[in-house]
């Protein structure tokens, strides 16, 4: 399963069926399960001033050779899409509205990361199964109550937790040991697999990748990340080369190291 950057999905160009409609400019991920849920594409210079989102759902292919992204829609739909204020919070009553336009089954409802799905494509295969590809009003409306009641309504932006200067700390059993500069992301789930932690600051001037598994809370007031590992195991932890992207050999040194269960078994 191939992983990749999120400051490096952000230079990526937007290609529709009918042509380029601007480059990635943020994600926004779900705290529940660290997934990416959209693309932040800026339009300039073909939608002046303008931002539009893009789901994984739509998403045909994500070729690193070229910094493009390949969407199956055609730039007619996407410049008729629900428009989007960056500077708001993103409710569920919007994603809802999103996902009517396109047509999309809801990701949010079912046992899955994607509904009842792994993949972000597979809620394509749900059109067939969903009349007019819209789950029905009255249980569309429970579950975006359930949301807003539960506070979960919000998603968060990659660029709000990643940053040489304002990087999310992370904390290893209530010691700092870094803070995050930058995201992994794992192709066709779309989940974030590992923050990529600079560590200069608390010790020995190295970078480390640690799972999002490990999380034990989120304070996202302070800008803080409780990991249920140590400072020492991270000191210790196999060294992470940033030029070359964790292949399955290196997940398992890294998983074995921490003597955690690997995801992917």
Known sequence: MMLFYSSSLERYSIEAKDGS?????????????????????????????????????????????VNMVRVDLAKEEIKNSPSI???????KQYEKKFHDFYGYPPYWVGPGVWGNETYARGLMLQHAEVAGGVVK?????????????????????GKEITGKINGYRINAKGETFGQVVD???????????????ETKKWLPSKEVIVSTDWIQSVNWETREIQMDITKEAVENSPQFIRDK???????????????RRKYWD
């Open 245 to 259: 992207h964790p292949d399955r050999e290196f997940e398992h040194q890294l998983f074995t190291h921490y003597r």
């Open 137 to 157: 009003e009255d249980f569309m409306k429970r579950e975006i109550d359930k949301y807003e009641e539960e506070g979960k309504s919000l998603l968060h932006s």
């Open 21 to 65: 409609i601007g480059v990635v400019e943020d994600v926004y991920f779900d705290e529940d399960n660290w997934t990416i849920r959209y693309l932040v594409v800026n339009t300039n210079p073909w939608l002046p001033g303008q931002k539009r989102l893009i789901s994984p759902i739509s998403i045909e292919t994500v070729d690193t050779l």
């Open 183 to 197: 995201i992994l992301i794992e192709k066709d789930t779309w989940t974030i697999r590992y923050f990529l932690v």
């Open 85 to 91: 204020d960056t500077h708001l919070p993103i409710s």
